[in-house]
């Protein structure tokens, strides 16, 4: 008798792949979407068109908020199989995540005519729809409200004091260098953000951010000129000229005035820092070459 047992022996392809699926689904169920995309993928290196694969390899990427990742996962599923509601809704999300808002508006329409009784896919074209049609974005909100009001709420509606309010409450919430850069910063109101803010960024910007700066923060690339000479750091902008704080983004899930507050002081947080520390590391980079 041999010592190798597996001479002669081969895996069955089917079974394997089927294992990866398994795999790859419960990973996504167990909340480890890194696990999941990455079973998905090796899955997909030896069966590309394996529509499976591809479903959970977009749906692991849009939880990983991997909006073009998810797109180019989940277009061959739709051309596939174009009855398939689930799969549309998910190439909408993905297509608005990358801020291309009109192809996640129609991919999304045609989830809602595919199934008229999605109230999750309502709710995502009411989100998409508010950036180009607000009559159509309420019309969707009210047929996922329908359905579900407790899981799909209307967006808070408040009045212009009570946003001062929660405004003057997050700023006092900061740090005193968070505190020194807003003195020097004007917050303003936008309803949300405009494709253009998006775009600025590759991968874009997500388009429910609650804030962002009027420009992006200097980076260690802009210190050199375009004859290859050094910037001085007094030549950078140091600060935006103003920070945007979108209201329907901010609003979009109901909140206490507490919860309200912790969210924007986060917003306001999170975009001053990315200022500070980069402001930081080129100042650091400056000193050395002196």
Do not use: K
């Given at each position: 008798?041999?010592?190798?047992?597996?001479?002669?022996?081969?895996?069955?392809?089917?079974?394997?792949?089927?294992?990866?699926?398994?795999?790859?689904?419960?990973?996504?169920?167990?909340?480890?979407?890194?696990?999941?995309?990455?079973?998905?993928?090796?899955?997909?290196?030896?069966?590309?068109?394996?529509?499976?694969?591809?479903?959970?390899?977009?749906?692991?990427?849009?939880?990983?908020?991997?909006?073009?990742?998810?797109?180019?996962?989940?277009?061959?599923?739709?051309?596939?199989?174009?009855?398939?509601?689930?799969?549309?809704?998910?190439?909408?999300?993905?297509?608005?995540?990358t801020a291309d808002i009109p192809g996640g508006i129609d991919a999304l329409g045609r989830a809602t005519a595919l199934d008229p009784e999605d109230a999750d896919a309502w709710y995502r074209l009411s989100v998409a729809s508010?950036?180009?049609?607000?009559?159509?974005?309420?019309?969707?909100?009210?047929?996922?409200?329908?359905?579900?009001?407790?899981?799909?709420?209307?967006?808070?509606?408040?009045?212009?004091?009570?946003?001062?309010?929660?405004?003057?409450q997050s700023l006092a919430l900061q740090t005193p260098a968070i505190q020194a850069f807003y003195q020097e910063v004007p917050v303003h109101w936008r309803p949300r953000p405009t494709v253009e803010d998006l775009r600025r960024?590759?991968?874009?910007?997500?388009?429910?951010?609650?804030?962002?700066?009027?420009?992006?923060?200097?980076?260690?690339?802009?210190?050199?000129?375009?004859?290859?000479?050094?910037?001085?750091?007094?030549?950078?902008?140091?600060?935006?000229?103003?920070?945007?704080?979108?209201?329907?983004?901010?609003?979009?899930?109901?909140?206490?005035?507490?919860?309200?507050?912790?969210?924007?002081?986060?917003?306001?947080?999170?975009?001053?820092?990315?200022?500070?520390?980069?402001?930081?590391?080129?100042?650091?980079?400056?000193?050395?070459?002196?």
């Amino acid at each position: 008798m041999s010592d190798d047992l597996t001479a002669g022996w081969t895996f069955d392809q089917d079974l394997v792949r089927q294992m990866r699926l398994e795999t790859a689904g419960r990973a996504l169920a167990g909340q480890d979407p890194y696990r999941a995309f990455a079973e998905a993928e090796e899955l997909l290196q030896h069966h590309p068109a394996a529509l499976s694969a591809l479903r959970l390899a977009g749906a692991a990427a849009l939880t990983l908020g991997d909006g073009a990742t998810a797109a180019a996962a989940l277009a061959p599923v739709v051309d596939a199989a174009p009855d398939d509601s689930g799969a549309w809704v998910q190439l909408g999300w993905a297509r608005f995540l990358t801020a291309d808002i009109p192809g996640g508006i129609d991919a999304l329409g045609r989830a809602t005519a595919l199934d008229p009784e999605d109230a999750d896919a309502w709710y995502r074209l009411s989100v998409a729809s508010a950036w180009l049609d607000q009559a159509a974005s309420r019309a969707a909100a009210e047929r996922a409200a329908g359905f579900d009001l407790e899981a799909y709420p209307f967006p808070m509606e408040l009045p212009d004091e009570s946003w001062a309010h929660v405004l003057a409450q997050s700023l006092a919430l900061q740090t005193p260098a968070i505190q020194a850069f807003y003195q020097e910063v004007p917050v303003h109101w936008r309803p949300r953000p405009t494709v253009e803010d998006l775009r600025r960024i590759a991968p874009s910007h997500p388009p429910l951010v609650f804030a962002l700066g009027a420009e992006e923060p200097p980076d260690p690339g802009e210190l050199i000129d375009d004859e290859g000479e050094l910037i001085e750091l007094a030549e950078l902008r140091r600060v935006p000229s103003a920070v945007w704080l979108y209201q329907e983004n901010i609003a979009r899930i109901p909140a206490a005035e507490d919860e309200l507050v912790e969210r924007i002081s986060e917003a306001l947080r999170t975009e001053a820092q990315a200022w500070l520390d980069a402001l930081d590391v080129i100042e650091q980079l400056t000193e050395q070459d002196d």
